[in-house]
């Protein structure tokens, strides 16, 4: 297209393409550099996508600020619609990090401040930019600028979008984008922590195949191993599953202040919901325990063999008992009938037992999960009213009662559903569990994570 005209912008050359189109350099009739970006032919037939994206042109207008390129002239009406955005000079967050490697402490401390004032002035507007990635960070003399806002958002619902083209780019989708939620300006918080991972040199969901990526993104803990130890608590905070536990952009600016000025660097960040407001203050004193890393404890392997090996031996027997020795004995239809009924229960068990190693409970600072990898039902802190750690001969048991108002959800398995004291509660067999790799052990990890939020916790005698 070099030579050509788009609108009154005369093309140059092509900076690049992505799945939504193509970004030009181009010139004004006053020689004025601008970036024009051209949707591509597919969108520009469904007319749902023409009337978005005249919405976000309008919307991405009013955003200001240091760190974002302005829109500066938009046809939704073209053969295929363009905008063209201020030309930032610079290479962009991906190349900088491809051919002089990952950026250091200080760099990636003004990358945060210079995102986060971004995206405070673009979720200002009401827009929400869906696809931060370092492809669209431009590296300027004056500092970084975010490009391409008010472009993914026209394209959700369209056609297309039907047809399996992914909003976003994987490795960078929040868990809300990926399983087709709702999406709020949490997202974006989301993808400035993976961009943060990718600037110091790693990749916060691994390789591969984009449906790995977006899988890990939903259901897998964030590698942030690359990011330096000071920036760790900010990295994971972001990099939350849940919308409302990541920080806000006013948030993450008023962390940086603070490692700035007089006050120690912050260890963790407030759970507010990403909104406007200022960040809550700590009203006691004595500060929460720190956050503990996700733990997961599986069934014993040895006691699980122990159980199969007992179970399958008990089922055997008592059918073998009933089909052997019922004739002779000459049992009564009932009794036959009873013998029976028990031996399908056996039966049941057993089968049972030779499923629980794919189950396994998770532990971690949202709440409690059980279930499989890909299936996970959690039951978040919040909801639970109190704990208590029943210490036994044999076994230890996990008692967990629901808050005041609160109902505990039924997608945990059923085994686990008791009624003590007239009231329904989840019982969980921790001395059947061992943990796996470094985790520490489950009586510990839940006296840690009930302390730092706030949960009683009673611990009954040995008997």
Not at 75 to 102: C, E, F, N, R
Not at 322 to 348: E, N, R, T, Y
Request: aromatic residues 4%; positive net charge.
């Amino acid at each position: 297209m070099d030579g050509t005209r788009i609108g009154d912008y005369v093309v140059e050359r092509e900076l690049g393409s992505g799945g939504m189109g193509s970004v030009y350099l181009g010139r004004s009739r006053s020689g004025r550099a601008v970036a024009i970006k051209v949707i591509r032919a597919e969108y520009a037939t469904d007319p749902q996508f023409r009337d978005r994206f005249r919405k976000e042109v309008e919307a991405a207008r009013r955003v200001g600020g240091f760190h974002t390129a302005a829109v500066v002239d938009a046809d939704p009406d073209a053969a295929q619609p363009w905008m063209a955005s201020a030309y930032i000079k610079g290479p962009t967050l991906a190349s900088q990090v491809d051919l002089h490697g990952p950026l250091e402490e200080a760099r990636l401390w003004v990358l945060v401040a210079a995102l986060a004032e971004a995206l405070q002035a673009i979720h200002s507007c009401g827009l929400v930019h869906r696809d931060l990635k370092p492809g669209n960070i431009v590296l300027a003399e004056d500092g970084p600028r975010v490009l391409d806002f008010g472009i993914a958002r026209a394209a959700e619902g369209t056609r297309l979008t039907y047809d399996g083209a992914a909003i976003g780019t994987p490795g960078f989708i929040s868990p809300e984008q990926a399983r087709g939620l709702p999406v709020s300006g949490a997202c974006d918080v989301f993808a400035l922590g993976a961009v943060l991972v990718a600037a110091a040199g790693g990749s916060a969901f691994g390789g591969g195949q984009p449906y790995s990526l977006l899988y890990r993104a939903v259901h897998e803990e964030a590698d942030v191993s690359a990011v330096p130890d000071a920036l760790r608590p900010i990295t994971r905070a972001c990099l939350r599953k849940e919308p409302e536990l990541r920080p806000s952009p006013r948030q993450l600016l008023d962390l940086c202040d603070t490692r700035n000025g007089s006050a120690p660097a912050p260890t963790a960040v407030d759970h507010a919901a990403p909104t406007a407001r200022a960040p809550r203050r700590p009203t006691s004193a004595s500060p929460s325990p720190a956050a503990p890393p996700p733990a997961l404890y599986r069934h014993d392997p040895r006691l699980r063999r122990r159980l199969v090996l007992c179970n399958g031996l008990l089922t055997l027997g008592l059918l073998a008992a009933v089909v052997l020795f019922g004739p002779v004995l000459k049992l009564s239809d009932p009794i036959a009938a009873v013998c029976g009924f028990a031996a399908a229960l056996m039966l049941m068990r057993f089968i049972g037992l030779l499923g629980t190693a794919r189950d396994g409970l998770m532990v971690h600072d949202l709440g409690l999960g059980v279930g499989r990898p890909k299936e996970v039902a959690v039951l978040r802190w919040p909801d639970i009213g109190s704990l208590e750690l029943d210490v036994r001969a044999r076994e230890t048991l996990l008692i967990v009662r629901p808050g005041k108002g609160r109902s505990l959800p039924r997608s945990f398995n059923h085994p686990m559903w008791v009624r003590i004291d007239g009231k329904r509660v989840i019982r969980i067999r921790a001395s059947l569990l061992a943990p796996v790799g470094t985790a520490p052990a489950l009586s510990d990890m839940v006296r840690v994570c009930a302390a730092r939020h706030g949960i009683p916790l009673a611990e009954a005698r040995p008997r």
